[in-house]
């Protein structure tokens, strides 16, 4: 999977920083593969106000990663055996966590494909959290992530 994306409050359930309301949240990864799982980096915004300058950013390492089909992944045909949903946790040198949740669900990605995000700091405290379908963005399975009979678990 490839992709990155932007949710919205409003659009789903609230995007909080800190535990107040903000805007919206935004991500990029690299590629995630299920099949031949190797580190990729993930990239999480938050944008607490409309002005770029009160943005937050965390750079994450992929810890974990576990791939599954939640429904008919896409685009079709070719990826029609691939998983769509991916679930894993990421670790950034600051001590913080990022649980993450991403599902294709098809094209053009805006209002179909599903996010969740949770960040927590070493304490276990949330940071930021969002969850929703994409108001901007996309999620894009490849067909090289493999046929669902192999377990990914353990990638």
Same mark, same amino acid.
């Given at each position: ?18 535990? %107040?309301?903000?805007? $919206?949240? $935004? =991500?990029?990864?690299?590629? #995630?593969?299920?099949?031949?799982? !190797? ?13 770029? !300058? ?5 750079? =994450?390492?992929?810890? @974990? ?7 008919? %992944?896409?685009?079709?045909?070719? @990826?029609?055996?691939? %998983? ?6 990421? @670790? ?7 649980? =993450?949740?991403?599902?294709? =669900? ?15 700091? $070493? ?24 046929? #669902? ?7």
């Amino acid at each position: 999977m490839t992709g990155g994306g932007q949710i919205v409050s409003g659009l789903g359930s609230p995007v909080t920083y800190m535990g %107040a309301s903000i805007p $919206s949240m $935004s =991500f990029g990864l690299g590629q #995630l593969c299920c099949e031949d799982w !190797k580190t990729e980096q993930i990239e999480v915004n938050a944008h607490r106000t409309q002005q770029k !300058k009160d943005d937050v950013s965390w750079h =994450f390492t992929v810890a @974990t990663l576990t791939c599954s089909r939640t429904g008919s %992944a896409a685009p079709p045909p070719n @990826t029609v055996d691939c %998983a769509n949903r991916f679930n894993g946790s990421a @670790t950034d040198g600051e001590g913080n966590t990022l649980f =993450f949740t991403l599902e294709d =669900f098809g094209e053009p990605g805006r209002m179909v494909d599903a996010v969740t995000m949770r960040i927590e700091n $070493s304490s276990g405290a949330v940071v930021l959290s969002g969850t929703g379908l994409l108001s901007r963005g996309n999620l894009q399975v490849h067909e090289g992530l493999g046929p #669902l009979e192999r377990d990914c678990s353990g990638c």
